[in-house]
């Protein structure tokens, strides 16, 4: 699977972006989708999710009712709509995709990191 990832860019706080993520390969085999975020550092994060079956999607509390996950299946990609963004969003957003092996196992796959910067 792969990944590629775009959107990002400087914004001023309260305003929005949204990033694309298209995916290419053995895209029916992945059960998630979603976005993570690594400020300077720092480990990566997890921001949101969405299952490619029941579009189910999961937040992290801190973007909550303001950013919103969401996926096109026919053009294989997913979206991450942020609005009302405040500086301390500033950092590297990643594309995820995960494969559930078994219960207690998954793959993960990445896409490059795409700069999301807001200014004050």
């Known amino acids: 699977v792969q990944l590629q990832a775009s959107g990002g860019g400087l914004v001023q706080a309260g305003g929005s972006l949204r990033l694309s993520c298209a995916a290419s390969?053995?895209?029916?085999?992945?059960?998630?989708l979603g976005w993570y975020r690594q400020f300077p550092e720092n480990e990566r994060e997890f921001v949101a999710t969405?299952?490619?079956?029941?579009?189910?999607?999961n937040y992290t509390g801190s973007v909550k009712g303001r950013f919103t996950i969401s996926r096109d299946n026919a053009k294989n990609t997913v979206y991450l709509q942020m609005n009302s963004l405040k500086p301390e969003d500033t950092a590297v957003y990643y594309c995820?995709?995960?494969?559930?092996?078994?219960?207690?196992?998954?793959?993960?796959?990445w896409g490059q990191g795409t700069l999301v910067t807001v200014s004050s």
């Open positions: 969405i299952s490619t079956g029941t579009g189910v999607t």
């Open positions: 995820n995709a995960e494969r559930l092996n078994t219960p207690t196992s998954r793959t993960r796959y």
């Open positions: 390969g053995n895209i029916a085999a992945i059960n998630y």
